[in-house]
């Protein structure tokens, strides 16, 4: 694997990008998210 080449097909994630996602998959309603992001947890 040390010779084969790599290649980049799209910038990694910044920082919490995905948060509200992965919250929601872990059963989190939207209206509980919110609340936790205006309340600064996330």
């Not at 799209?10 to 996602?21: A, F, I, K, V, Y």
């Not at 919110?34 to 309340?39: H, K, N, S, Y």
Request: glycine share 14%.
């Amino acid at each position: 694997m040390a010779g084969t080449p790599t290649r980049l097909r799209r910038p990694p994630p910044t920082l919490g990008q995905h948060t509200e996602e992965i919250l929601g998959e872990l059963g989190l309603e939207a209206a509980e998210i919110a609340r936790l992001r205006g309340d600064g947890v996330i």
